[in-house]
Nanobody, 124 residues
């Protein structure tokens, strides 16, 4: 079973930056599609970004395109989310997920494993 551990969240002012990391416990990470999602209070978990096992086919939600960058280092079993020009509406708990599926990876229910989440709070 893959275990995922997110880190890097915190409190930042609007316009600031944070870098989230998600470390995986298994080498199967290198063959998994990895996704970042977020969930604000009272809202459903929403897609943020996705990256394939080989670092390709990157896809972003429109709300973060041009501000967030997803990347991965398979040698370190880690996926990253660089978040720049943060806005108050980016405030949420951010989760990373892992899946071996190819289709539907912008949907949370396509992911087999999840981390515990890391809180990101952006003040205005």
């Amino acid at each position: 079973q893959v275990q995922l551990v997110e880190s890097g969240g915190g409190l930042v002012q609007a316009g600031g930056s944070l870098r989230l990391s998600c470390a995986a416990s298994e080498r199967t990470f290198s063959t998994s599609t990895m996704g970042w999602f977020r969930q604000a209070p009272g809202k459903e978990r929403e897609f943020v970004a996705r990256i394939r096992w080989n670092g390709g086919n990157i896809y972003y939600a429109d709300s973060v395109k041009g501000r967030f960058t997803i990347s991965r280092d398979n040698a370190k079993n880690t996926v990253y989310l660089q978040m720049n020009n943060l806005k108050p509406e980016d405030t949420a708990v951010y989760y990373c997920g892992a899946t071996t599926r190819y289709l539907g990876t912008v949907q949370a229910d396509s992911y087999d494993y999840w981390g515990q989440g890391t809180q990101v709070t952006v003040s205005s």
